[in-house]
């Protein structure tokens, strides 16, 4: 049976959890390199060796690898992304049953804090490295990690609000997910910060600095938490390891509501969106509204045979990264296409944006057949592209093109 | 103003012999049947469209409500074909009721009317498409039962109508020969039609053809007022030339890089010849 994998790449630490079990593996996302031979470590090992004058440590190697850095050890100098990629098939070779090997990885999910720009491409990389097909992985946010460990739970957890609070040595973070029943599909909607508070967790080594970390997420709780009816908050994170240091924080979130303690939160949100994506029938069927989600329908309206049909390009809540669409038109006695967006939410109302066909031939109405095509090359970024067909042999397509940009 | 939905096109295209065209699509088939409804009626096979509209384009329901449509209660092939050709122009989608009808109209004139005009109509339209082959057949079509109804006619006043008509004719044969650049083959026509019934047309043609010369005789029937508004109009002519697409095509050809250039130009050249050799 194909294997669903999770994995959160952090900064500091990276956690694999594999779909159905237990416990999830965590270790530093650092890498060590023997100092006379080729040879790797990650994680622990990794710390050992360096400690023991055996090899070399790279650290911070997502960062690194975001930004295209290089590291040089016993004079050959390496990419960083190919530091994350040996780290990458390491910490997923640990997790994988004895005897099973990568190629039997059905469904990969990588989340990042955030996933856009060099970070998103990073762990991209570091993933396909892995030689599996592209349609096995995907990138995701922490947010749409946090929704998929949240739905995959008791619905109690997010009958109203549910948040998470996620501290670690990058920061403080805060999540929240709820369900908007009243829209034309069910959506779950989800939206995560990091907040200014956040602090060295060096300081919870003393009983002063445990007391100012205490004192710092009750003001935060209480801010953020303020008129709002919640089901459940998570917490997660290497610093909420020990809650005994934040006593006030703790009794304030065990007000009628549950509180829940998880680590590796994320990666086994990962894989319980990779779980879901080995199933014929998704055990979501909600519309995922975050950062890594398209907020809104992208449509035109067209003529289908006689019949005016609104033609779907793009549907709120699927992974933008994922959502492609093409489809040929012949303009009626028009020299524009109107897109129509229409956001998922109850907030926004829906808006139409032109674009007008400049430079294409000058033809007998009907006889230029256009090819259109939306990507979406970041999150709520919409990529168009109309291309000149022509009318087959009759009139043969010219260069003619137009690119434009909208933001959703 | 609408935004039509086209299908995918076809893998393997329908051929239009007589446009010379392969039409991969519905919406080229509508082109076709619309702006040549002449041709379309005298090319198109009806179970041959059918079958393409079936299993190169998946139309099946399209397909069997036009066999319906075909079979109606059309008196002849030809008005069966007609009412199937409107019918997939109006079920298509791709052009009103109020259009769809008006080419039906025209296809009925065309039906109605004598061999002679749908020949000549026929010529002309081809001629406009540049098959200058077909154009002249159907020309040579026209001259030949023109001929006959002269050589038949009762009255003298009806034979003299008829051979200005021949001349009109040949004067047309002579365009299209003038179009591959056979002026030898044009001039020949140009007497035809001076032997047929001497006119201002064929006059008017040589001239502009630059065959005349002062003391030849040619020129007879020209006034220096007409010359000088042919010498004018060849000279709109040619302005008018030097805008047409097929100038404008062979002028992006002869812009582009060395072997893009080759292979544009070579296949304007190979269009022509395929014309010319074709032409008796």
């Given at each position: 049976?194909a294997t669903a994998i999770g994995i959160d790449l952090c900064g500091d630490d990276t956690t694999v959890h594999i779909s159905?079990?237990?416990?999830a593996f965590t270790l530093p996302t650092v890498i ?10 990650v994680g ?15 650290d911070k190697l997502l960062r690194l690898a975001e930004r295209g850095g ?9 990419k960083a992304q190919e530091l994350l990629n040996l780290f990458l098939r390491e910490a997923v070779s640990r997790v994988l ?5 990568v190629s039997e990885i059905g469904a990969l999910t990588v989340s990042v804090t955030a996933p856009k720009g060099g970070a998103r491409e990073a762990a991209l990389t570091a993933a396909r490295s892995l030689g599996l097909p592209a349609d096995r992985i995907r990138v995701i946010g922490h947010t749409e990690a946090m929704m998929y460990y949240i739905l995959s ?11 998470l609070?996620h501290?670690t040595?990058e920061g403080?973070f805060?999540y929240?997910m ?10 779950a909607a989800g939206d995560g910060m990091a ?41 997660t994170g ?24 998880e680590?590796g939160l994320f990666a086994r949100g990962a894989s319980a969106a990779s779980a879901d994506r080995l199933r014929?029938?998704t055990a979501y069927?909600y519309v995922f509204l975050c950062e890594s989600r398209l907020p809104a ?17 793009a549907e709120a809540g699927q992974p933008w990264e994922e959502s492609t669409a ?48 939306v990507s979406f090359p970041q999150a709520g970024t919409l990529r ?24 959703i | ?280």
């Amino acid at each position: 049976m194909a294997t669903a994998i999770g994995i959160d790449l952090c900064g500091d630490d990276t956690t694999v959890h594999i779909s159905g079990s237990e416990e999830a593996f965590t270790l530093p996302t650092v890498i060590c390199r023997e100092r006379e031979t080729e040879r790797f470590s990650v994680g622990e090992e990794a710390y050992r060796r360096t400690l023991d004058g055996e090899g070399v440590l790279v650290d911070k190697l997502l960062r690194l690898a975001e930004r295209g850095g290089t590291a040089t050890i016993g004079g050959t100098c390496y990419k960083a992304q190919e530091l994350l990629n040996l780290f990458l098939r390491e910490a997923v070779s640990r997790v994988l049953p004895e005897g099973s090997d990568v190629s039997e990885i059905g469904a990969l999910t990588v989340s990042v804090t955030a996933p856009k720009g060099g970070a998103r491409e990073a762990a991209l990389t570091a993933a396909r490295s892995l030689g599996l097909p592209a349609d096995r992985i995907r990138v995701i946010g922490h947010t749409e990690a946090m929704m998929y460990y949240i739905l995959s739970g008791e619905q109690a957890f997010y009958h109203n609000t549910a948040a998470l609070y996620h501290l670690t040595e990058e920061g403080l973070f805060y999540y929240e997910m709820q369900l908007l029943r009243g829209v034309r599909r069910v959506s779950a909607a989800g939206d995560g910060m990091a907040l200014d508070e956040g602090f060295n967790l060096d300081i919870l080594k003393t009983e002063a600095g445990r007391k100012l970390g205490d004192s710092i997420l009750v003001s935060c709780a209480g801010k953020l938490m303020a008129r709002k009816n919640y089901s459940a908050v998570f917490l997660t994170g290497k610093g909420f390891a020990d809650m005994d240091c934040f006593p006030q924080f703790r009794s304030f979130l065990c007000r009628r509501r549950r509180v829940l303690s998880e680590t590796g939160l994320f990666a086994r949100g990962a894989s319980a969106a990779s779980a879901d994506r080995l199933r014929g029938k998704t055990a979501y069927p909600y519309v995922f509204l975050c950062e890594s989600r398209l907020p809104a329908d992208i449509s035109i309206s067209v003529m289908n045979r006689k019949r005016e049909e609104q033609l779907l390009l793009a549907e709120a809540g699927q992974p933008w990264e994922e959502s492609t669409a093409q489809a040929e038109l012949l303009p009626c006695r028009q020299d524009y296409i109107d897109i129509d967006i229409t956001p998922a939410n109850r907030t926004e109302q829906k808006r139409t944006v032109r674009v007008p066909l400049r430079g294409f031939p000058k033809r007998p109405d009907r006889c230029t057949k256009i090819a259109l095509s939306v990507s979406f090359p970041q999150a709520g970024t919409l990529r168009l592209c109309v291309k000149d067909r022509g009318l087959g042999e009759i009139f043969p397509a010219s260069d003619a093109c137009v690119y434009e940009e909208i933001e959703i | 103003m609408s935004l039509l939905l086209c299908q995918k096109d076809a893998e393997n295209p329908f051929y239009s012999e007589t446009l010379d065209l392969r039409l991969w699509s519905l919406q080229e088939l509508c082109y076709v049947i619309y702006n040549h409804p002449l041709l379309a009626l005298r090319d198109f096979d009806g179970n041959e469209l059918l079958l393409f509209l079936r299993k190169e384009l998946g139309l099946s329901a399209l397909s069997d409500r036009l066999a319906q449509a075909g079979k109606g209660n059309a008196a002849s092939p030809e008005e069966a074909g007609a009412a199937l050709l409107t019918a997939l122009l109006r079920e298509s989608g791709f052009y009103t009721p109020a259009e769809a009808e008006a080419c039906r109209s025209r296809m009925e004139a065309y039906q109605n009317g004598a061999p002679e005009d749908r020949e000549h109509a026929e010529g002309l339209s081809l001629f406009r498409l540049e098959r200058y082959r077909l154009s002249e057949e159907s020309f040579r079509r026209e001259l030949a039962i023109v001929s006959e109804q002269a050589r038949r006619a009762r009255s003298g006043k009806e034979r003299d109508a008829l051979l200005v008509r021949k001349a009109d004719i040949c004067c047309s044969l002579a365009a299209v020969r003038v179009r591959l650049f056979d002026e030898a083959g044009a001039l020949r026509l140009l007497a035809e039609a001076d032997e047929a019934a001497p006119g201002e047309r064929a006059a008017r043609f040589r001239y502009l053809l630059g065959k005349t010369a002062p003391d030849d005789g040619a020129e007879a029937g020209l006034t220096d007022e007409e010359k000088k508004s042919l010498s004018g109009q060849k000279e709109t002519a040619r302005q008018q030339a030097l805008l047409s697409p097929r100038y404008r095509e062979a002028e992006t050809a002869a812009a582009l890089p060395q072997g893009k250039r080759e292979e544009a130009l070579g296949a304007m050249l190979r269009q022509w010849k395929k014309e010319y050799r074709r032409m008796k």
